[in-house]
């Protein structure tokens, strides 16, 4: 059974400052996609960045990248340059390849960002 | 054009009623799903429809009925609630089918529901 496990329910980050929001997870698929969302108070879930299982590259989108370190398991969200309106709750997700397209999400990291 | 919408936005009804979800997509996308999101909580998968079919029910109470008539609407049927069933309603869509792990899935703004 897949698991994804946030350790860190709050963070604070100063504007301007990179933070890491981390994330491991465990399966037994050697195929499986890593996904970040995020979540403003508003309620709608924001597709941030994807990850592969096999990708060599670390993805990257924007201020948004995702530190991918597949012998541990782990997959951070590193978001550089904090702005006020990245204050939000950021979910891990994982789905496997023969996962029938269920995605698992992690309990999630309420992002603080302070003026 | 990457949106998913639900209507309506907020819904309060009594734990005799009868209501509906509705959710439509645009973007092609053959699987849609339903979640369902306590407050401080993530989402919680209920029902994934691939190609309209039901291919997932995570053990939902019969009181939740989903239903899809086509490959751009997804409903969820309300019937006979109880007070914890009051939530965020969230759904989604993907391109993804069965054997594949990489398309995102795009939710839409989701339904405050509360059941008194």
């Known amino acids: 059974a897949q698991k994804i496990t946030q350790t860190q329910p709050g963070m604070f980050v100063q504007e301007k400052e990179a933070v890491t929001l981390d994330c491991t997870y465990d399966t037994s698929d050697p195929s499986y996609g890593l996904f970040w969302y995020k979540q403003p108070s508003s309620g709608e879930m924001i597709f941030l960045i994807y990850?592969?299982?096999?990708?060599?590259q670390n993805a990257t989108e924007g201020r948004y990248s995702l530190n991918f370190q597949k012998a541990r398991k782990s997959a951070n969200l590193v978001i550089s340059a904090s702005q006020l309106g990245d204050s939000a709750m950021y979910f891990c997700?994982?789905?496997?390849?023969?996962?029938?397209?269920?995605?698992?999400f992690g309990a999630g990291t309420r992002l603080t960002v302070k003026p | 054009d990457t949106e998913v919408t639900q209507t309506p936005k907020h819904l309060v009804m009594g734990m005799t009623n009868k209501k509906s979800l509705k959710c439509e997509q645009h973007?092609?996308?053959?699987?849609m799903y339903w979640y369902k999101q306590k407050a401080k909580k993530p989402p919680e998968l209920m029902f994934v429809y691939s190609y309209e079919k039901l291919s997932i029910n995570e053990s939902v109470p019969s009181r939740f009925s989903p239903e899809c008539p086509n490959s751009s609407l997804l409903n969820l049927h309300l019937h006979a609630l109880q007070p914890e069933d009051s939530a965020l309603y969230l759904c989604?869509?993907?391109?993804?089918?069965?054997?594949?792990?990489?398309?995102?899935?795009?939710f839409g703004p989701g339904t405050r529901l509360t059941v008194t």
């Open positions: 973007m092609g996308h053959r699987a």
């Open positions: 989604a869509s993907s391109q993804g089918l069965a054997g594949y792990s990489d398309y995102e899935q795009y």
């Open positions: 997700a994982m789905r496997e390849l023969l996962g029938n397209n269920d995605m698992r």
């Open positions: 990850q592969g299982s096999y990708d060599q």
